[in-house]
């Protein structure tokens, strides 16, 4: 008997094999006891058996069994290179007790990083479209928002969402942050909230630009060396001092960045250009400053950029001309105006102000379609029965004068039977309206009437009302034909020659999310309302009509409208029309804000060019532009929303401590928000503070719910709260729940 053989019978141990399985038995592999060389020889066995397995999970015992050990070393060995491959994440443990799966070989990944963009998460969103992957913090290294990177996959166990790591930064994103300058001891750091940094930014005394201790400021990212815990970078902008209206609100605009101001040059230029370029020969404009013609309009608005005008051509016959701003007679292509209004693409309004596209001598005076004064416009003119069916249409430019500039307040009296010298003309405008809304109505289009915030501000822009605002039925009035036109334009080029249809900018809307409006109908199920989410999606627009129809008026109207809106896709511009499934219109555009749009510029060169028989434009740089006012539209709308809660939490500044009855209007892991039943405002009871009970967020229900207890919060549950901190910084408004 060998040496070995004596040590392992004195210690009453059998002899321990490893062998693959099936392989005969002179083929087997003999571990030796606490030889790394065999654990290396058993951990190559157990990996092959793993990659066979194709990500079942199983057991050390099945995998002892599978690779042949035998005797109590080698199992031992089994389980010692098993937990080996697992510290290595070779194998990720399962959501069974000692269960575990083989993670195939690091699979790099390139594409974006963006920082709490899925429910809150970091997210890698691979190149060429695939399944996102969400990135822990811990796991970013010193990736920024929407930087190139590449990712590796993590191993996850069965039933968790993917998750990966950054690996490298390919390339650098454009990044500006926004924050408040801290100098001590000759050392300056930017002290953000943008939920899109995890790291204050270092900036070197040499780099800050004249900006002092304390203030507001926009730093741009200049690098992030290796190894250092910060970014480095410099100070572009000094904003102000926080707290001031003017500082806040222009901080918000550069957050998103959006322009705050507008270049002198370009005011320059547009004050030097000719009112009398709009009506060259060459447009061959249709006079119509005799036909009566009214805007209507926000009670402080100054730029008016579209206006209706009515004539009756006898026998129950009508003619309607929806006049808008003839923007693209003063902007000409690649002008100095034209190139700051593509990069802008879109107005900004936040509470207290408007960040126009334009410079304000076009916005506010040439283009605008003041009372009282001759101004250039675009026209469609429709001939309509008293049905609203129409007859006939010609789309022209002309030559307007507005009667009379009405603020949606004045309509509204007059539609309700105060007496004005328009109030005929807005009657029969209004009938017709109501007719076009229903033809829409019928064709399947989604009712939805939502109400919004508003606010009364004093000399200084502090907020000393906050108040819901419902539309009204001469905000609906305006919609309606803007609607008509806007389809009649995207109809008209479409068709206009034939299967050759030139590229053109469409606004389309996709039909709802199947998941969501699963969620949705199981939530309204509970309240008592049937959901179809089955069908075509003429059947399921029908379906969501009746839904808002049945709740209109009731106590969950609001909540269930806010969640039907949340189930649909966002309405984009792009060059391949698919329809658009909200409005129920096979062709839409955008072509009625010209002064404000920059996609409605486009639109009314597009439509320029191609009645006068032009060649189509090149359909891949339309569809970049229509990307990237996509994008503008999409920031400016964050602003807007921003804006909005900046006011809201500075009004509750002013009611710290008091009681307000409210409704659940959101949950989420983290808390659930508060709709105030007085003046709309929303507020975040925090999850910290449900102190009675283990809170996990089920989903599919919308609620957070006790572990213990099976205490349930969700959307539209009546609460009392009282106003527990505001913080302007943060833009944050906490409750504590009450009852």
């Known amino acids: 008997m060998s040496k070995r053989k004596k040590v392992e019978a004195k210690r009453g141990r059998r002899s321990s094999k490893v062998a693959p399985r099936g392989r005969k038995h002179d083929r087997r592999e003999t571990a030796q006891a606490g030889s790394k060389r065999g654990v290396a020889q058993v951990r190559g066995l157990v990996l092959q058996y793993f990659r066979n397995t194709k990500g079942e999970a199983v057991d050390y015992k099945q995998v002892a069994l599978g690779v042949g050990a035998e005797g109590d070393l080698a199992i031992e060995m089994v389980r010692e290179a098993i937990e080996q491959l697992a510290r290595e994440r070779v194998l990720v443990p399962d959501t069974m007790p000692n269960r575990y799966r083989y993670l195939p070989p690091k699979q790099k990944m390139e594409g974006v990083l963006r920082r709490k963009a899925g429910k809150g998460h970091n997210m890698f969103y691979p190149?060429?479209?695939?399944?996102?992957?969400?990135?822990?913090?811990?796991?970013?290294?010193?990736?920024?928002?929407?930087?190139?990177?590449?990712?590796?996959?993590?191993?996850?166990?069965?039933?968790?969402?993917?998750?990966?790591?950054i690996l490298e930064v390919l390339e650098r994103a454009e990044a500006n942050f926004v924050g408040v300058l801290s100098i001590k001891n000759n050392v300056a750091f930017l002290l953000t909230e943008s939920n899109k940094l995890a790291n204050d930014i270092f900036v070197p005394m040499d780099k800050l630009n004249g900006a002092k201790d304390g203030e507001k400021v926009v730093v741009r990212v200049l690098e992030w060396p290796e190894r250092a815990k910060n970014p480095l970078g410099e100070v572009l902008l000094v904003i102000g001092m926080p707290g001031d209206n003017d500082t806040e609100m222009h901080a918000i605009l550069a957050e998103y960045g959006l322009p705050i101001s507008y270049p002198e040059e370009v005011e320059l230029y547009a004050n030097?250009?000719?009112?009398?370029?709009?009506?060259?020969?060459?447009?061959?404009?249709?006079?119509?400053?005799?036909?009566?013609?009214?805007?209507?309009?926000?009670?402080?608005?100054?730029?008016?950029?579209?206006?209706?005008?009515?004539?009756?051509?006898?026998?129950?016959?009508?003619?309607?001309?929806?006049?808008i701003a003839d923007v693209t007679a003063y902007v000409l292509p690649d002008d100095v105006i034209d190139r700051e209004a593509a990069s802008r693409a879109t107005s900004v309004y936040l509470v207290d102000r408007t960040v126009p596209m334009l410079p304000e001598r076009l916005c506010n005076d040439l283009c605008s379609l003041r009372p009282n004064v001759d101004r250039p416009a675009y026209s469609v003119i429709f001939t309509l029965d008293d049905k609203a069916h129409i007859l006939d249409y010609?789309?022209?430019?002309?030559?307007?004068?507005?009667?009379?500039?009405?603020?949606?307040?004045?309509?509204?009296?007059?539609?309700?039977?105060?007496?004005g010298d328009m109030s005929s003309v807005i009657l029969t405008l209004n009938g017709l309206a109501k007719q076009l809304r229903a033809q829409r109505m019928t064709l399947g289009a989604i009712a939805f009437e939502r109400s919004e915030l508003a606010f009364r501000l004093d000399e200084k822009g502090k907020p000393i009302e906050v108040y819901v605002k419902e539309p009204l039925e001469a905000n609906k009035l305006i919609e309606e034909f803007m609607l008509l036109a806007n389809r009649t334009v995207a109809e008209h080029v479409a068709t206009m020659r034939g299967d050759n249809a030139p590229s053109f900018v469409y606004r389309v809307h996709d039909t709802p999310d199947a998941e969501k409006l699963a969620d949705l109908a199981e939530f309204v199920g509970r309240l008592g309302y049937k959901l179809r989410t089955t069908g075509t999606p003429e059947m399921i627009a029908k379906a969501l009509n009746d839904l808002l129809e049945k709740v209109h008026g009731k106590p969950e109207a609001e909540l269930i409208e806010t969640l039907t809106i949340r189930t649909m896709a966002k309405a984009i511009y792009q060059t391949d029309n698919i329809g658009h499934y909200g409005l129920a219109f096979e062709y839409y555009t955008h072509f009625t804000s010209p002064i404000r749009r920059h996609p409605d510029m486009m639109v009314h060169r597009l439509l320029t060019r191609y009645m006068a028989g032009g060649k189509s434009m090149d359909k891949a740089e339309l569809e970049e532009i229509c990307k990237y006012d996509s994008d503008q539209e999409r920031k400016a709308a964050e602003a807007e929303r921003t804006s909005i809660k900046y006011k809201e939490v500075e009004y509750m500044q002013g009611h710290l401590g008091e009681v307000f009855d409210g409704v659940v209007s959101g949950v989420k892991e983290f808390g659930i928000f508060v709709e105030l039943e007085a003046n709309g405002c929303e507020?975040?009871?925090?999850?910290?503070?449900?102190?009675?009970?283990?809170?996990?967020?089920?989903?599919?229900?919308?609620?957070?719910?006790?572990?213990?207890?099976?205490?349930?919060?969700?959307?539209?549950?009546?609460?009392?709260?009282?106003?527990?901190a505001t913080d302007l910084d943060r833009r944050q408004l906490d409750f504590e729940l009450l009852s």
Do not use: C
């Open 127 to 165: 190149d060429g479209g695939g399944e996102p992957i969400r990135i822990a913090e811990r796991n970013t290294g010193n990736a920024m928002d929407g930087d190139r990177v590449v990712m590796n996959r993590l191993a996850t166990r069965r039933g968790q969402l993917p998750e990966g790591e």
């Open 683 to 724: 507020g975040l009871v925090p999850i910290r503070d449900l102190d009675d009970d283990f809170y996990e967020l089920d989903e599919r229900t919308y609620s957070l719910v006790g572990y213990n207890t099976k205490r349930r919060f969700s959307l539209g549950d009546k609460v009392t709260v009282r106003v527990a």
């Open 272 to 323: 030097q250009l000719d009112e009398k370029m709009a009506y060259k020969e060459e447009y061959n404009r249709l006079d119509y400053r005799n036909v009566p013609t009214l805007t209507i309009d926000p009670e402080t608005a100054k730029d008016f950029d579209d206006a209706l005008s009515l004539k009756s051509l006898g026998q129950d016959r009508w003619e309607v001309g929806v006049h």
């Open 394 to 419: 010609k789309i022209t430019r002309t030559v307007i004068h507005s009667d009379a500039r009405l603020a949606y307040e004045e309509a509204q009296a007059m539609i309700e039977g105060a007496r």
